[in-house]
């Protein structure tokens, strides 16, 4: 069956920077675009990054410049570098492919 299993989240004070993995198993992953979403309390999941399998990305507004998606077939892991974390990027941050969803991981920024 397809497993998503996410890992990298913490606690991170605003400005810092942490990298989420998530690694992908059951799928053909190099033939799988790849996206991250995410989820703050009282909002609803919102897409943070996509990456195809010709590795082209799509970022929302909000991390632009700021985020990084990137992924490694070699090792069916999609990774998601966060940089210049702001407190309003706390959330559970979900991995997700066609209709497969990770279990998330925690992300917290905050002094």
């Known amino acids: 069956q397809v497993q998503l299993v996410e890992s990298g989240g913490g606690l991170v004070q605003p400005g810092g920077s942490l990298q989420l993995s998530c690694a992908a198993s059951?799928?053909?992953?190099?033939?799988?675009?790849m996206a991250w979403y995410r989820q703050a309390p009282g909002k609803e999941r919102e897409l943070v990054a996509r990456?195809?399998?010709?590795?082209?990305?799509y970022y929302a507004d909000s991390v632009k410049g700021r985020f990084t998606i990137s992924r490694d077939n070699a090792k069916k892991t999609v990774y998601l570098q966060m940089n210049s974390l702001k407190p309003e990027d706390t959330a559970v941050y979900y991995c997700?492919?066609?209709?497969?969803w990770g279990q998330g991981t925690q992300v917290t920024v905050s002094s």
């Open positions: 059951g799928i053909i992953f190099s033939y799988t675009d």
């Open positions: 997700m492919t066609t209709i497969y």
């Open positions: 990456i195809t399998t010709r590795h082209s990305t």
